[in-house]
């Protein structure tokens, strides 16, 4: 992974220079980031980037297939259906884990992937962040040869639209409190949209409406950032619309691809990159080698009720009835690549995407990355480590 580059980073890289940047980071929008914001980019070169686009581009394949929204018809619970759905996604997401599986050249694998927005506005602010406190070579990118300039409007295409910015909003449940806080604070900033809980949208007639400052304002236009799981969960929230209502709103991001384009759409997918998956109704018998697979809900959220150590066990307890709503995925071996001051480290990386509408594919427009020392990518199998969470890869060219 760019030996070179790494050693030029590894050597500017001190405690305190990583403590500086944090402060940074939380000062600009006056707010401290809740997740753990990794020590280091990671720098791919130009043949895994390749590799990593093929692998990402064969899947979009299937997502443009002029029957795909009907093959996942049954991803969508009807209780959830949400009006003027669009033609397709707006946003798609998808993550590669970093393996060898066997081989000498590092391979991507898919982990997951959703129909629905991610951190869109902080990832540009994080990767130039990286570029003010550390040298990062010129030839190396992360928005894939756009600037921010071009990046940014391209956002405020696709999510303002043709309407006024105060007539659209970024919705989400107590979008002050949420871990993602930071991205919608500088999506307001950079695009001049309204941050608005969901509990604070009144309806008259079909028409929605959010104060400001004392002042009634029109929503014209939902930059959609609810999750369904969270929104049920929530059983102390009083709101006066619900997403399924039929009103007359535009939606940047409709919801109901977030299921369309989900876990429920990965034993549906082929190809080198993609692991053995299926739903757990569709097996007669389990496999033999449970060791080597990952029990997930289909419809959680942030990696919530996965059992990656499943048993025979785990699998009986599922009621026949529910059992379409769980996959089994063969595992992937996570190969440590990035190397930090004190060993290897484990990485996935998220490719993010674009449609906008008139478009024939979506076009990939940035990235996310993780690291992880632990057994899974994730919060609780890194805790008190460091050279872990999350960052941006910068490709070269």
Not at 25 to 36: E, V
Not at 72 to 78: C, F, T, W
Not at 344 to 373: C, D, F, H, M
Request: hydrophobic residues 40%; aromatic residues 12%; glycine residues 6%.
């Amino acid at each position: 992974m760019m030996p070179e580059t790494r050693h030029q980073f590894n050597q500017q890289f001190s405690e305190e220079k990583y403590r500086r940047f944090l402060e940074d980071l939380n000062a600009t929008y006056h707010h401290t980031i809740p997740f753990r914001v990794a020590e280091t980019p990671l720098f791919i070169p130009h043949d895994f980037k390749k590799t990593l686009i093929s692998s990402a581009e064969e899947i979009v394949d299937f997502i443009v297939r002029p029957d795909f929204r009907k093959s996942m018809e049954g991803a969508l619970p009807p209780a959830l259906r949400v009006p003027h759905e669009t033609k397709h996604t707006l946003f798609l997401a998808l993550d590669f884990a970093l393996c060898t599986e066997g081989t000498k050249k590092i391979v991507p694998r898919l982990i997951e992937m959703q129909g629905f927005p991610s951190l869109f506005g902080y990832q540009d602010f994080l990767g130039n962040k990286f570029r003010e406190h550390y040298h990062i070579p010129e030839s190396l990118h992360f928005h894939f040869g756009k600037s921010s300039e071009e990046y940014w409007a391209q956002l405020r295409r696709a999510i303002v639209g043709k309407h006024a910015p105060e007539n659209v909003v970024l919705l989400e449940i107590d979008p002050m409190k949420q871990n993602t806080t930071i991205d919608f604070l500088i999506t307001e900033r950079m695009l001049g949209i309204h941050l608005v809980h969901i509990g604070d949208v009144t309806i008259k007639g079909r028409k929605l409406f959010y104060k400001k400052g004392g002042k009634e304002f029109p929503i014209l236009r939902i930059y959609n950032r609810v999750i369904f799981d969270e929104l049920q969960q929530r059983k102390d929230l009083v709101t006066s619309f619900h997403l399924t209502e039929d009103v007359e709103v535009e939606w940047a991001g409709h919801p109901n691809w977030f299921f369309y384009i989900s876990k429920y759409t990965m034993p549906f997918l082929k190809g080198s990159a993609v692991p053995e998956c299926k739903f757990l109704c569709d097996y007669s018998a389990y496999p033999g080698d449970l060791e080597n697979y990952v029990l997930k809900p289909l419809f959680s959220f942030s990696g919530s009720g996965v059992i990656f150590n499943v048993t025979r066990k785990d699998l009986d307890m599922i009621p026949n009835a529910n059992r379409k709503n769980f996959l089994l995925q063969r595992k992937v071996h996570y190969e440590p690549v990035i190397q930090a001051p004190d060993g290897l480290v484990k990485a996935e990386v998220r490719l993010l995407y674009l449609w906008e509408e008139g478009e024939a594919r979506p076009q990939l427009i940035t990235n996310l990355a993780r690291l992880s020392r632990g057994e899974m990518i994730g919060v609780k199998y890194n805790k008190d480590k460091t050279w872990v969470g999350g960052t941006v890869c910068f490709f070269e060219d």
